[in-house]
């Protein structure tokens, strides 16, 4: 007899935030992927490898530790609309952020997807809403923190 495991699926987790600054300058913040590590769970560092301004197919270098251990991984923006969305995409995980106008300000959804199951998908749906939420309210405190310009 063979043991099988169930297949993998993936997990989705949602959070969202209300910023006190615009669309405009919340997907600035957004999208400068080197200032992530002051806001964004684990992350040691991440850096845009593709040269030029951000969009669909730029490739970023993302750093982040667990366990006491780094890993690197490499992401690809697979969907951006100025202003509006980013979507970024690994192997084992794709995140997507929203932008709505909320009155003079944004509020930005994120979505996680990430591959998992079994005893691991009870965890991440769990867990990783809690660091999602976290990780936003750290992420409005930035943009608000940021000079308008």
């Known amino acids: ?3 099988t495991s169930a297949p993998e699926s993936r997990v989705k987790v949602k959070a969202q935030v209300k910023i006190a ?28 490898v593709t040269p030029g301004a951000p969009r669909t197919g730029t490739q970023i270098e993302q750093v982040a530790r667990r366990r006491g251990r780094d890993h690197t991984a ?12 980013l979507t970024l995409a690994g192997n084992d995980l794709e995140t997507t952020f929203r932008l709505e106008p909320a009155g003079t300000g944004t509020r930005v959804i994120c979505e996680v997807a990430v591959r998992a199951g079994g005893v691991s998908a009870l965890i991440y749906r769990v867990v990783l809403k809690r660091l999602l939420a976290a990780d936003l309210r750290k992420f409005r405190r930035a943009v608000e923190a940021a000079p308008i310009d």
């Open 1 to 3: 007899m063979t043991a």
């Open 21 to 48: 600054r615009p669309p405009a300058k919340t997907f600035a913040c957004l999208t400068d992927f080197e200032s992530w590590h002051w806001w964004g769970g684990g992350h040691v560092s991440m850096k845009k």
């Open 74 to 85: 490499r992401l690809e923006i697979v969907e951006l609309v100025n202003d509006r969305s």
